[in-house]
Structures are given as C-alpha cells and as structure tokens.
C-alpha cells in the first residue's frame, strides 16, 4: 500500500504541481519534496522528479524546463551556479546490461558549481562533473568529466577546455515558464 501512495504522489506531482506557472508554488513545493534546494535556485516548469529525497540542489542553479532528474539509484547531487538547459535527463538509476534478468543498476551522479549542462544531455549514473566543464547539446555522459573541461558527443569525449572566472551567479526567473 505504501507504494501505491508514493507512486500516486509522484504522479500527481509531476502531471500537476510542477506543471503549474507558479514559480512560488513549484519553490514551495520542490522545498519540501526534494532532499535540499539552495536558495535563489529557480525550477522551471514541467521538471520530472524521481525519489527527490536522494536529489540535492546548490544555490542560485536553473533548471530548465522538461528535464527529469532521478533520484532512485542513488544520490543526485547539482552544485551551486549549475544551468541545466531544457529536455536533459540525469539518470541515478538504470539496467545492467550484462544482466541476464535485465536487473537494475543505480550510482551516484554529482555535478559540481559552475557546470553548464546544454540541452538534451543525457547523463547516465556513476558520473561526476567537475566544476565549471560544459557539456554540449545532445551528448550522453557516460564518464566523469573533469573540470573545466567542455565535452560533447555520444559518448562525451572532451572537446576543449573553459576559459572562464566563474566570477558569475545565475538567476534567471522567467515568468509563467
């Protein structure tokens, strides 16, 4: 019955609550549901939350619109001044595929300050995002990046490297998006 009642939740939350042009009731929300979120950290509507209990958010961090963020497999942790652009799915959980019985396989995903993740990234687990490194639209990230660095393709190979301060805080705030 338990399952039953967090399914229906999660159902609920993400056909409904996160689909709302409430910044303020998704803040509200997501504040509750999700193992911690940073303050001046900005939700955009239609996020898809899996286990937010194991998902933790830095400050001053957009995450755009249409992005799943998994927290079953294990924990999710998204740094401070991290910009996740629209339809990126970042996976804790997924399936061994040397499995004869198709079984699950989980592992942490940590994404450290500054990163900037472009859209329709896939980033699978066991993956750490060294602080500052880009990853460029469409790739799948299936090792860790160091930092700085800038990756892009399938599978994300390292491509150049950031020259930048990170002197900057996000903060963007669109309205009824």
């Known amino acids: 019955m338990k399952s039953i009642i967090k399914d229906l939740f999660y159902f609920i939350l993400?056909?409904?609550?996160?689909?709302?042009?409430?910044?303020?009731?998704r803040k509200f929300v997501l504040?509750?549901?999700?193992?911690?979120m940073g303050k001046k950290t900005n939700f955009l509507r239609n996020v898809e939350i899996r286990n937010g209990k194991n998902i933790y958010v830095g400050n001053n961090s957009v995450i755009n619109q249409n992005i799943l963020l998994d927290g079953r497999g294990g924990v999710l942790k998204i740094g401070n001044n991290v910009d996740i652009a629209q339809e990126t799915n970042i996976w804790t959980l997924g399936h061994d595929q040397n499995s004869d019985y198709h079984e699950s396989k989980g592992g942490n995903v940590i994404i450290d300050d500054y990163v900037w993740i472009a859209s329709r990234v896939t980033i699978l687990p066991n993956v750490i995002i060294g602080k500052g490194a880009v990853i460029a639209s469409c790739s799948?990230?299936?090792k860790s990046v160091p930092e700085m660095a800038i990756v892009a393709g399938?599978?994300?190979?390292?491509?150049?490297?950031?020259k930048s301060n990170l002197l900057y805080n996000l903060d963007y705030k669109p309205r009824f998006r």
């Open 140 to 142: 799948v990230v299936t």
């Open 31 to 36: 504040s509750r549901i999700l193992a911690q």
């Open 154 to 162: 399938v599978p994300a190979k390292i491509i150049g490297k950031r």
């Open 14 to 25: 993400n056909s409904f609550l996160l689909r709302l042009p409430s910044r303020r009731i």
